[in-house]
């Protein structure tokens, strides 16, 4: 099976399309769940395929420290371990050293830093993290990459940018081709339209397999991502997927499908899910709130997913006030789901053409039945 991507159809810059790959097909645009260390929060693997997920995140920076690349080789990838034999997409780890690593140092090399866990030195270059990543059995190998802080000056944002173009150059010699297995380079350069051209330039003449869009939903807000986005994603190769890293709510994604991308990955919905806030065709919810304590309904009427169709708002109300474990379980699967479904629907839509009217029709009930607590 070779790594590929087919375009099926499109709906002004949306599109709609289906990655092949050695671990199975994904129908894009798609979600993926966040398994950082090997497993979606508070859910087995059969929940999380319940939810309709195709693919799942893992992280190489969580994955090196526990249990360690080899060790996990030696169980029998990281398929095997989590019993997940679809795709896994594999995130570098040059976000998690910025955002949670100690005394990091970054040079040509790579980045030396300490284990935010224990405080153990380590030294990331791009060919390590390639290796890591091949040990895994990732099916999807990101490039290492500096994510660039916001706000970032223009000279700033530019030297970031280039070394981590060196460094996916590095990362695309040190990757081990096989059937079906693939590579993305990651755009970046704040902001600035001039930076995002240089980028995608010079990782579009490095092939690979797909493109990810880096450096947003880093502080900028949901209109300049968007703007980044307008001129971002044409100058990305229209036959390769497109991915979105780290985003995002709900109407961030639609807005990114708009614009033409095709992948994404948040914690946002699992981490919402174990501090009782549920996405629902409604709006946001917070089963906190006491007004729940009473209402019999289901927490979305429209959602196919056990917590749903088996319990009530009410229910989902008092495990969280008890500090109840099945409480996070039930609702995180919910907020999967409902994201599953909401990729579903932009898919069928853009399929069918009409992906505006999904979009305003799908916002609209956010604006009518919402009940967000904040």
């Not at 790594?3 to 092949?20: K, M, N, V």
């Not at 693919?55 to 080899?70: D, Q, S």
């Not at 091949?134 to 970032?152: G, N, Q, R, Y």
Request: glycine fraction near 10%; aromatic fraction near 8%; charged fraction near 20%.
């Amino acid at each position: 099976m070779k790594f590929s991507f087919d375009l099926l159809a499109t709906d002004g810059p949306a599109r709609a399309g289906t990655l092949h790959t050695a671990h199975g097909d994904v129908p894009t645009p798609t979600f993926m769940a966040v398994g950082t260390a090997g497993t979606v929060k508070a859910m087995t693997a059969d929940s999380v395929r319940a939810t309709g997920a195709k693919i799942v995140l893992g992280n190489t920076y969580h994955l090196m420290l526990r249990p360690g690349a080899e060790r996990v080789a030696r169980l029998g990838g990281l398929h095997k371990m989590m019993d997940w034999p679809g795709p896994i997409l594999t995130d570098s780890g040059g976000f998690q050293v910025m955002s949670l690593a100690k005394l990091r140092k970054l040079d040509e090399s790579g980045v030396t830093f300490r284990s935010h866990i224990d405080g153990a030195p380590y030294h990331l270059t791009p060919e390590r993290s390639m290796e890591i990543q091949h040990l895994l059995d990732s099916t999807i190998t990101m490039v290492l990459d500096e994510c660039t802080k916001f706000p970032a000056t223009h000279a700033e944002a530019a030297e970031s940018m280039r070394l981590s173009t060196r460094w996916a150059k590095r990362s695309r010699d040190a990757f081990i081709p096989r059937e079906g297995y693939g590579q993305f380079g990651i755009v970046q350069g704040s902001t600035y339209q001039d930076l995002r051209r240089e980028s995608a330039d010079a990782l579009a003449a490095l092939d690979f397999e797909g493109y990810a869009i880096g450096g947003l939903a880093v502080g900028e807000g949901q209109e300049m991502m968007f703007s980044v986005l307008d001129y971002t994603t044409p100058m990305l190769p229209q036959n390769k997927p497109r991915y979105l890293m780290g985003v995002g709510t709900p109407d961030d994604l639609l807005g990114a499908v708009a614009r033409g991308v095709d992948m994404f990955d948040c914690v946002m919905p699992t981490r919402a899910g174990r501090t009782a806030r549920g996405f629902t065709s409604h709006g946001i919810f917070n089963l906190r709130n006491a007004k729940f304590q009473d209402d019999t309904r289901p927490l979305d009427e429209s959602c196919p997913c056990l917590c749903c169709t088996r319990h009530t708002r009410a229910y989902l109300h008092h495990l969280f006030r008890c500090e109840e474990m099945l409480g996070p379980m039930l609702l995180t699967t919910h907020n999967l789901t409902y994201y599953q479904t909401l990729m579903q629907g932009a898919r069928t839509a853009i399929l069918a053409g009409n992906y505006t009217e999904y979009c305003d029709t799908t916002r609209a009930g956010w604006t009518r039945g919402t009940e967000n607590d904040g």
